[in-house]
T-cell receptor, first 110, second 113 residues
Framework: DAKTTQPTSMDCAEGRAANLPCNHS???????VYWYRQIHSQGPQYIIH???NNETNEMASLIITEDRKSSTLILPHATLRDTAVYYC???????????FGTGTSLTVIP | DVKVTQSSRYLVKRTGEKVFLECVQD?????MFWYRQDPGLGLRLIYF???????EKGDIPEGYSVSREKKERFSLILESASTNQTSMYLC????????????FGPGTRLTVT
């Protein structure tokens, strides 16, 4: 069952910030938000995850709203290599049963 | 670096054949997963395993079985391949403790004719 809603596709200009939204209005208290991406012809790759605080790593930032019903993945300076399908997933930290859905296809435009 | 390998990148089989898809990981991960990916449907979980000889059904187990005789190897079996099993099959693994990051193999594109 789908637990997240994401736009089907987005464009972003190279060098600009890419902001990818995700709605997860039915998230429960012990569920984390995970983001993965899949570049064409490769397996998905982990980007970042969080519970309720904002998170940042070398790849991206994750902003989670206070009510935890939505989040935004931010790629601060998008490059052509960031063109990929981005998946927002909610799941408990244990169990590992991820529902990937269809994600958002991000195209970075030169 | 974690490495997850799959036995074939491309495979063509006939309807009714028994098909084995092999996945091997080299990082001593406890958990392994099989997904299939189809246009418009995203990745769907077929089976997963938390330990040797253990298996759990995912969202779409019908028509598939799995085998995990060794920790590093997780096999997906199509007992009698059908055309609706034509798909991209992806294997993944993760540790039991830092289980937020699943490491994926490159995928096997299976065509059943």
């Amino acid at each position: 069952d789908a637990k997240t809603t994401q736009p089907t596709s987005m464009d972003c200009a190279e060098g600009r910030a890419a902001n990818l939204p995700c709605n997860h209005s039915t998230i429960s208290g012990n569920e984390y938000v995970y983001w993965y991406r899949q570049i064409h012809s490769q397996g998905p790759q982990y980007i970042i995850h969080g519970l309720k605080n904002n998170e940042t790593n070398e790849m991206a930032s994750l902003i989670i709203t206070e009510d935890r019903k939505s989040s935004t993945l931010i790629l601060p300076h998008a490059t052509l290599r960031d063109t990929a399908v981005y998946y927002c997933i909610v799941s408990q930290s244990t169990g590992n049963q991820f529902y990937f859905g269809t994600g958002t296809s991000l195209t970075v435009i030169p | 670096d974690v490495k997850v390998t799959q036995s074939s990148r491309y495979l063509v089989k006939r309807t009714g054949e028994k098909v084995f898809l092999e996945c091997v990981q080299d990082m001593d991960h406890e958990n392994m997963f099989w997904y299939r990916q189809d246009p418009g449907l995203g990745l769907r979980l077929i089976y997963f395993s938390y330990d040797v000889k253990m298996k759990e059904k995912g969202d779409i187990p019908e028509g598939y079985s799995v085998s995990r005789e060794k920790k590093e190897r997780f096999s997906l079996i199509l007992e009698s391949a059908s055309t609706n099993q034509t798909s991209m099959y992806l294997c993944a693994s993760t540790t039991g403790t830092h289980s937020y990051e699943q490491y994926f193999g490159p995928g096997t594109r299976l065509t059943v004719t």
